[in-house]
Structures are given as C-alpha cells and as structure tokens.
C-alpha cells in the first residue's frame, strides 16, 4: 500500500516544520560551549558535552554573549583551572564560571561603557587574562568615540592594563606556549602562504565577531583546517612542514565561525552542517581514514527524510550586468514534500534569497528554514551575487564600488535563468534578505519592478547616508569601498552616488507590496531606516508593511519574534504572492 499523495496549488502544502518548531527548541551552536536559545530570551547557555549527556552548567541569571563590534564574539575561554571565562550581556564584565558547581565569580565589574572578548589565559601564572576591550561614551553612538585596545588582566586584583592601543580594531590576542610573548592580529599581514591546488580556496571570512577559528593545530607540525570552495566547507590536513595536505572528505560542507576544537593529537570537535542534516557538534577521529561521530545535534524533532530537499549549486549568465559579464553563483532548493504535488501545468513560485555581508556567502549545508519553505511548495533560490566569500578574492572584488547594483544584477539574471529552465512561475517571484541582503531586496524592486511580485525587507539599508551617518564603528567605513570604489571623489559626487543607490529616493518606482521587518534596538541598522521608507512609501501612496519588534537588535534571538516573524512572511506570501 502506497500512501496518497494530495495535489495542492505549490505554496500551499502543509508541512510538519512549523513556525513554532523554527522558533522553539531548535537550538543554534554559536562555539564548541555556547549555544543561542530563543526559548529563554535569545540568552547564550553554556552547556557541557560529554559521549552521553548535555549539561547546561551557566545559571539561568547569566548570558555568555558579547557585544563588541556590536556582533560580539569569543565570549568564552577556557580556564587552565577547568572554569569557564565569559562576559555576560547585556551588562558586561568579565566572570569565572565553575561548570561543576555552578558557581560563579566576578573578575571585573559590569560596566555598561566597556566590552572585553577574545580571552587568552597566561599558560603559566593563570593570573593574568588577555582580552580585547572595546570602551564606548555613555548614551553616546557616536562610531569616532568608541576605542578598541588589548588588555592584560590581573585575576586577582582585578586591575585592568592595556598593553597595546592606536589601531582600529584587535582581534586574536595570544600567548605564546611559554607565555613569553603576545600575539595579536590587527589587519597587517606579513607573509601568505600558498597551498597547490587551493589557490583560491578560502581558509577564513569577514570577521565581524570576535573568536572565529576555522582552523587548529593538533600537534606541532599538524593543521586540520576548513578550505573553502564554491561556498562549501573541505574539511582538509595540512602538514606544515612541507605545505602539502589531503581532503578527509567528510560529509560536512558547511563550517563558520568558533567552529574547530583540538582534543588529542589525533581528534578534534568540529560544529557543522551536512547536505542533509543540520548544524551540529561532532568528534572526528583520524587513522588511516578519518571517522565522525555525531555528538549534539541542533535538531530536536524528527523530520521524514522525504521532505528533505539538497541544494544544487547553479551557474549563471550574468544577463542584466551592466558592466562585468561572465557568471554568477547561487543554490537552488526546489520545492519537495511526499504527501503533496502540484497542480499539473503549473509551475513554483519563486523565493530568492538574497544573504547579508554583502562580503559573505549561503552554503549548502541544510537549513530548516528554508525547507520550511520549500516543504510548503515554494522553490528557494539562494544567490551568491558577485562579491560573495567563497568563490576567492577576484568574484568577490567584482562587487567593488557596485554594491547595489551588480549584487542586484546577478538577482534578476538569476530569475531569468530559472525562467528559461522551465523551474518557476515567473508570475509569482518573490525576494527577501537580511542585513545588506535586506537593501537588496529594495533596490530590487525598483531597479527590475517587473520582475517582482512582492519583496521583504529584513532589517534592511533604505538609505546609504542615512546608513554611513548613523552606523557603529566596525563597519563605519565598509561602505566606502563597496559603494564609492577606488579614487577621490568630493562630497558632492559621494551625496550622488549614495542617492542614487538608495531605495528611499526612487520608491516611486515600486509597483510591489513591500515588507519591513525591523528590531527596534538594532545598532548596525537603526529603527529609522525602516520608519523613513514606511512614510515615503505612505506619501507616495504604495502598499507597504512594517513590522517592529521591540527588543530586537541586528539579528532576531528571542523565540517570540522568530516565530512572529515567520508568521508574519508566510501570511505574506501567500496573499501577495500566490
């Protein structure tokens, strides 16, 4: 007996990964000991993994998170003593955590003021704490205020010494095995070593967050280390005493952020994902071949294998380029569910993904998000436009002084592609982003309004000065170089350009239903430039929705919104869309 299959039109089928599961218990690693839970408020736990058990071990009263560079970042380190280092958000601070007991002492007293990060403990004292410090003015987002140094850290005194100061921005401050000397990373980079055949592979990202480690040292002439090609994670050995390395070809193809721990000289933990299954933490031991071991996955429902649909990477012509042609990237996720077909002739609507960075990428690794949506009979397609990570540095300096218009290009050359294969309902194309993501999604639609049926905005850029003026220190002058590109240019000819790649002066042009999905604390990109869209759109009289979540920054953490949030784009969807 075959169970019946139930034709439905695409977009409406039902699907077991509900809003409510996306929101809930589905717990996201941010580091081998943290984890986000948007059940308890989006606070970090700390959580102690053995073969059997997870154990959370941080009271309920703390949150591991940071918050400099306002992405925070490498919020916890390990202590030779067996405690746990962490700064706790939203107060600050810095606090010594004894998993066993629970306890907790304070190292340095909460300032709201002053962040630390990045921890590093002396090897041989254990008395002195490395760190970055990032110290801002009071009631102040003023990005010139703001000073970032590194600090060494007296336990038991509490005094607080900085140690090196001047450059914009630390990162990675170190001991070395004796505790002798200090490492320490500041943009300047001396030498680069070159391994045959991954010329352009990619071994790090941008790093907005502190504490990204994407590569360790098993013993003194061994790197496991993740390569990066085509927006997928290798997990490779690399002997550094003659450059040569092999591929462990494992399953995982998607690896970010603190995401690689040393156990023994032969075995490491690794946080990732699979083509197939979701972020999660595992052991891999090394041999002759090298075996893994799931140890904690991020999944706490089961889902039937049968809805599960892998992105296929897809190469494009860059049709709508008006400057640069060639080819551009992206995923294509179709629409997959067991119990459903649609409608015979018809064709999926279409959602195109557009990811935050813009210097970033979306990796094939599988995300129950969107197999939400294609579990529901959407196709989803995920753009790598020019100027994404992960296909090396000459695709991703194509985006240089075209932010907003080449990322926009590869958008509508992808539609079309699909069109021409016979994939989509070109009637029913939908866009949506996050971030910078959530900026192309309004230049979109009024750069290509013929193509779009409807578009959301996820804490989305609607005005580039608006943007340059107001935004935090770290990314104060990214822009620059992705709007402006190279040479002078005076003030008149910056005020030109940033109007003119900016949706709130050409929203005149819209013919789609728009959505804005904004945080009201977020201070990457502030609460106005979503209010200021929402009353141009008004006077113009266009079809526009805004929606804002208080409490939410730069990125949405706690249960309540995500599951709001999901809510809200479905609904959407479906009466503008369908």
Same mark, same amino acid.
């Given at each position: 007996?075959?169970?019946?299959?139930?034709?439905?039109?695409?977009?409406?089928?039902?699907?077991?990964?509900?809003?409510?599961?996306?929101?809930?218990?589905?717990?996201?690693?941010?580091?081998?000991?943290?984890?986000?839970?948007?059940?308890?408020?989006?606070?970090?736990?700390?959580?102690?993994?053995?073969?059997?058990?997870?154990?959370?071990?941080?009271?309920?009263?703390?949150?591991?998170?940071?918050?400099?560079?306002?992405?925070?970042?490498?919020?916890?380190?390990?202590?030779?003593?067996?405690?746990?280092?962490?700064?706790?958000?939203?107060?600050?601070?810095?606090?010594?955590? /004894?998993?066993?007991?629970?306890? &907790?002492?304070?190292?340095?007293?909460?300032? %709201?003021? @002053?962040?630390?990060?990045? !921890?590093? $403990?002396?090897?041989?004292?254990?008395?002195?704490?490395?760190?970055?410090?990032?110290?801002?003015?009071?009631?102040?987002?003023?990005?010139?205020?703001?000073?970032?140094?590194?600090?060494?850290?007296?336990?038991?005194?509490?005094?607080?010494?900085?140690?090196?100061?001047?450059?914009?921005?630390?990162?990675?401050?170190?001991?070395?095995?004796?505790?002798?000397?200090?490492?320490?990373?500041?943009?300047?980079?001396?030498?680069?070593?070159?391994?045959?055949?991954?010329?352009?592979?990619?071994?790090?990202?941008?790093?907005?967050?502190?504490?990204?480690?994407?590569?360790?040292?098993?013993?003194?002439?061994?790197?496991?280390?993740?390569?990066?090609?085509?927006?997928?994670?290798?997990?490779?050995?690399?002997?550094?005493?003659?450059?040569?390395?092999? /591929?462990?070809?494992?399953?995982? &193809?998607?690896?970010?952020?603190?995401?690689? %721990?040393? @156990?023994?000289?032969?075995? !490491?933990? $690794?946080?990732?994902?699979?083509?197939?299954?979701?972020?999660?933490?595992?052991?891999?031991?090394?041999?002759?071949?090298?075996?893994?071991?799931?140890?904690?996955?991020?999944?706490?429902?089961?889902?039937?294998?049968?809805?599960?649909?892998?992105?296929?990477?897809?190469?494009?012509?860059?049709?709508?380029?008006?400057?640069?042609?060639?080819?551009?990237?992206?995923?294509?996720?179709?629409?997959?569910?067991?119990?459903?077909?649609?409608?015979?002739?018809?064709?999926?609507?279409?959602?195109?993904?557009?990811?935050?960075?813009?210097?970033?990428?979306?990796?094939?690794?599988?995300?129950?998000?969107?197999?939400?949506?294609?579990?529901?009979?959407?196709?989803?397609?995920?753009?790598?436009?020019?100027?994404?990570?992960?296909?090396?540095?000459?695709?991703?300096?194509?985006?240089?002084?075209?932010?907003?218009?080449?990322?926009?290009?590869?958008?509508?050359?992808?539609?079309? !592609?699909?069109?021409?294969?016979?994939?989509?309902?070109?009637?029913?194309?939908?866009?949506?982003?996050?971030?910078?993501?959530?900026?192309?999604?309004?230049?979109?639609?009024?750069?290509?309004?013929?193509?779009?049926?409807?578009?959301?905005?996820?804490?989305?850029?609607?005005?580039?000065?608006?943007?340059?003026?107001?935004?935090?220190?770290?990314?104060?002058?990214?822009?620059?170089?992705?709007?402006?590109?190279?040479?002078?240019?005076?003030?008149?000819?910056?005020?030109?350009?940033?109007?003119?790649?900016?949706?709130?002066?050409?929203?005149?042009?819209?013919?789609?239903?728009?959505?804005?999905?904004?945080?009201?604390?977020?201070?990457?990109?502030?609460?106005?430039?979503?209010?200021?869209?929402?009353?141009?759109?008004?006077?113009?009289?266009?079809?526009?929705?805004?929606?804002?979540?208080?409490?939410?920054?730069?990125?949405?953490?706690?249960?309540?919104?995500?599951?709001?949030?999901?809510?809200?784009?479905?609904?959407?969807?479906?009466?503008?869309?369908?």
């Amino acid at each position: 007996m075959t169970n019946a299959v139930t034709v439905a039109p695409y977009g409406k089928w039902d699907s077991p990964i509900t809003a409510e599961y996306l929101s809930g218990d589905s717990i996201h690693f941010e580091g081998i000991q943290s984890n986000s839970r948007p059940t308890e408020g989006g606070r970090f736990a700390v959580v102690e993994i053995t073969e059997d058990i997870a154990k959370d071990v941080l009271p309920a009263e703390y949150s591991a998170m940071g918050s400099i560079h306002e992405y925070g970042g490498g919020s916890i380190a390990m202590h030779p003593d067996g405690r746990l280092l962490f700064t706790n958000h939203p107060k600050n601070g810095i606090f010594l955590l /004894d998993p066993a007991s629970g306890e &907790v002492e304070m190292v340095v007293a909460p300032d %709201a003021t @002053v962040r630390f990060g990045n !921890f590093s $403990v002396h090897p041989k004292t254990q008395e002195w704490i490395l760190a970055v410090q990032e110290t801002h003015t009071k009631d102040s987002q003023d990005s010139t205020t703001v000073k970032n140094s590194i600090v060494a850290i007296h336990v038991p005194t509490a005094k607080v010494t900085t140690i090196v100061e001047g450059a914009d921005f630390y990162q990675h401050p170190q001991f070395n095995p004796d505790g002798s000397q200090l490492y320490r990373f500041d943009g300047l980079v001396s030498k680069h070593i070159c391994l045959n055949g991954l010329q352009t592979a990619e071994f790090g990202s941008r790093e907005p967050c502190l504490g990204n480690c994407t590569y360790i040292q098993l013993d003194e002439k061994t790197l496991v280390a993740s390569a990066n090609k085509s927006a997928t994670s290798n997990l490779i050995l690399i002997d550094i005493s003659t450059y040569s390395w092999k /591929d462990l070809s494992l399953p995982i &193809v998607d690896i970010q952020k603190n995401a690689i %721990a040393r @156990v023994t000289s032969s075995s !490491f933990a $690794v946080i990732g994902s699979t083509r197939t299954s979701p972020q999660a933490l595992y052991r891999v031991d090394l041999g002759d071949t090298a075996s893994i071991k799931l140890l904690k996955s991020t999944i706490q429902l089961d889902i039937p294998e049968s809805i599960i649909s892998e992105a296929q990477h897809i190469t494009f012509p860059r049709i709508y380029s008006k400057g640069t042609t060639g080819f551009a990237n992206a995923w294509l996720v179709e629409p997959k569910n067991n119990a459903f077909k649609g409608i015979e002739g018809t064709k999926p609507p279409l959602l195109v993904w557009m990811h935050g960075g813009p210097t970033y990428h979306v990796p094939p690794g599988l995300s129950l998000t969107t197999q939400y949506w294609t579990s529901r009979g959407y196709a989803y397609v995920l753009v790598n436009h020019v100027g994404s990570t992960g296909y090396g540095r000459a695709y991703r300096e194509m985006l240089d002084g075209q932010w907003g218009a080449a990322d926009i290009e590869d958008a509508a050359s992808c539609v079309a !592609f699909l069109n021409s294969e016979r994939i989509i309902d070109p009637s029913k194309v939908g866009i949506v982003g996050e971030s910078a993501g959530g900026y192309a999604v309004m230049q979109a639609l009024y750069i290509y309004p013929e193509i779009w049926a409807a578009g959301i905005s996820i804490y989305g850029i609607s005005s580039l000065s608006g943007f340059a003026e107001t935004t935090h220190k770290f990314e104060s002058h990214y822009i620059d170089s992705l709007v402006l590109g190279k040479g002078e240019k005076s003030q008149e000819e910056i005020e030109a350009i940033y109007k003119g790649r900016s949706a709130l002066y050409h929203a005149e042009n819209i013919r789609a239903p728009l959505l804005l999905l904004q945080g009201d604390v977020d201070t990457i990109v502030p609460a106005s430039q979503a209010t200021q869209m929402e009353e141009r759109m008004h006077e113009l009289g266009k079809e526009i929705q805004v929606v804002m979540f208080e409490g939410e920054g730069h990125g949405f953490h706690m249960s309540k919104t995500i599951r709001a949030s999901t809510e809200i784009q479905t609904e959407f969807w479906l009466n503008k869309l369908l």
